[in-house]
């Protein structure tokens, strides 16, 4: 493996996706989730000639506990209603973390209390999970780590081990759904 002498990327500004609504978001993540609005302002930006669009949204960024974002989209014009069918957890879903299962059960007793379904807590034995839905058919998971990191330890000793033999194990499978040029490109 090549390593850049790059400065190491270190936490994610934000991670974004489209909401069916502005306030109905801000009520999920603001008022059950706690995150504080941060920023909502209007963009309409013009892609140029041949493109084929304007687009007109608004952009909504929730400030997280460590400084970080979660942003949402709200672009009625281009948005469909298909567009906010749950998502399968393994498509898509945000994981949150708390510090402790203490914290984990008092968040699922106010998710709940709330009127908000909220499932778990589950025990992973990495992490403890509970989760729910938001008004985007995102799913939202809530976690604290377990107390024995043991698992995670021998999980990254054994990572690229453990990947070489899962994809000797599915390359067919995947050449026959996707091709061998597909799963073998790395650039443009």
């Given at each position: 493996m090549?390593?850049?002498?790059l400065n190491?990327?270190h936490?994610?500004?934000?991670?974004?996706?489209?909401c069916?609504?502005?306030?109905?978001?801000?009520?999920f993540?603001?008022d059950?989730?706690?995150l504080?609005?941060?920023?909502a302002?209007e963009e309409?930006?013009?892609f140029?000639?041949?493109?084929g669009?304007?687009r007109?949204?608004?952009?909504?960024?929730?400030?997280?506990?460590?400084?970080?974002?979660?942003a949402f989209?709200?672009?009625p014009g281009?948005s469909?209603?298909?567009?906010?069918k749950?998502?399968?957890s393994?498509?898509?879903?945000?994981?949150?973390?708390?510090?402790?299962?203490?914290?984990?059960l008092?968040?699922?007793?106010?998710?709940?209390?709330?009127?908000?379904?909220?499932?778990?807590p589950?025990?992973?034995?990495?992490?403890?999970?509970?989760?729910?839905?938001?008004?985007?058919g995102?799913?939202?998971?809530?976690?604290?780590r377990?107390?024995?990191?043991?698992?995670m330890?021998?999980?990254?000793?054994?990572a690229?081990s453990s990947?070489?033999?899962?994809t000797k194990?599915?390359?067919?499978i995947?050449?026959k759904?996707?091709?061998?040029?597909?799963l073998?490109?790395?650039?443009?």
């Amino acid at each position: 493996m090549v390593k850049p002498s790059l400065n190491a990327l270190h936490n994610i500004h934000h991670a974004a996706y489209r909401c069916r609504d502005a306030e109905q978001t801000r009520w999920f993540y603001e008022d059950i989730l706690g995150l504080k609005l941060a920023a909502a302002f209007e963009e309409d930006i013009d892609f140029g000639e041949g493109l084929g669009r304007n687009r007109n949204f608004l952009h909504i960024f929730f400030e997280m506990g460590d400084g970080n974002y979660l942003a949402f989209f709200d672009e009625p014009g281009i948005s469909k209603a298909e567009d906010f069918k749950r998502k399968d957890s393994f498509d898509m879903h945000i994981a949150l973390e708390t510090d402790t299962m203490e914290d984990l059960l008092a968040w699922h007793k106010h998710i709940n209390d709330a009127g908000k379904t909220c499932l778990g807590p589950i025990d992973h034995g990495f992490v403890h999970s509970m989760y729910m839905y938001d008004p985007n058919g995102i799913q939202v998971e809530i976690t604290c780590r377990a107390s024995d990191q043991k698992l995670m330890k021998h999980q990254n000793d054994t990572a690229r081990s453990s990947l070489a033999t899962w994809t000797k194990k599915t390359r067919e499978i995947k050449e026959k759904t996707f091709g061998a040029a597909t799963l073998d490109k790395r650039a443009r």
